[in-house]
C-alpha cells in the first residue's frame, strides 16, 4: 500500500514560480518506486509532467514543461518535488503525484504504469 498526498499548490500570477511537494507513505522501498507528475486541466484528459526513477538518476519531462519544471526526489524523506517555474495560464491544472509499478518502465509517461496516485493539488496560473 502506498499513499501520496500533494502540497503546494495555489492561485498565481503568470511568470511566479511554485515549488509542488508529495510526501508517501508506503511498505515498498521508497527507492524502488518510479514517481511521476501529472496534471489535469478542465475538460481535459490528464496528462503527463514529469518522471523520475526511483534511484533519481533518470528524469524526463512533457515537452510542454521542459526547462521551466524540475523533478527531484529525497528518498531518506519520501518525497518527490516539483519546482515550475515561469508559470502560464495553460499550467492551470490539478497536479498529481504517481507511485509507479516499478523502479522505472519505458511507459513512464502512461497513467496505466501508476498504480497509486495522490488526490491532488490545484494550480491556478493568472494573466
Known amino acids: 500500500q502506498v499513499q501520496l498526498v500533494e502540497s503546494g499548490g495555489g492561485l498565481v500570477q503568470a511568470g511566479d514560480s511554485l515549488r509542488l511537494s508529495c510526501a508517501v507513505t508506503s511498505r515498498r522501498t521508497f527507492s524502488n518506486i518510479m514517481m511521476g507528475w501529472f496534471r489535469q486541466a478542465p475538460e481535459k484528459e490528464r496528462e503527463f509532467v514529469a518522471v523520475?526513477?526511483?534511484?533519481?538518476?533518470?528524469?524526463y519531462y512533457a515537452d510542454s514543461v521542459k526547462d521551466r519544471f524540475t523533478i527531484s526526489r529525497d528518498n531518506a524523506k519520501n518525497t518527490v518535488t516539483l519546482q515550475i517555474n515561469s508559470l502560464k495560464p495553460e499550467d492551470t491544472a490539478v497536479y498529481y503525484c504517481?507511485?509507479?509499478?516499478?523502479?522505472?518502465?519505458?511507459?513512464?509517461?502512461?497513467?496505466?504504469?501508476?498504480?497509486?496516485w495522490g488526490r491532488g493539488t490545484q494550480v491556478t496560473v493568472s494573466s
Open positions: 504517481a507511485a509507479g509499478r516499478a523502479q522505472w518502465t519505458s511507459y513512464y509517461y502512461a497513467p496505466d504504469d501508476y498504480d497509486y
Open positions: 523520475i526513477s526511483g534511484s533519481g538518476l533518470r528524469t
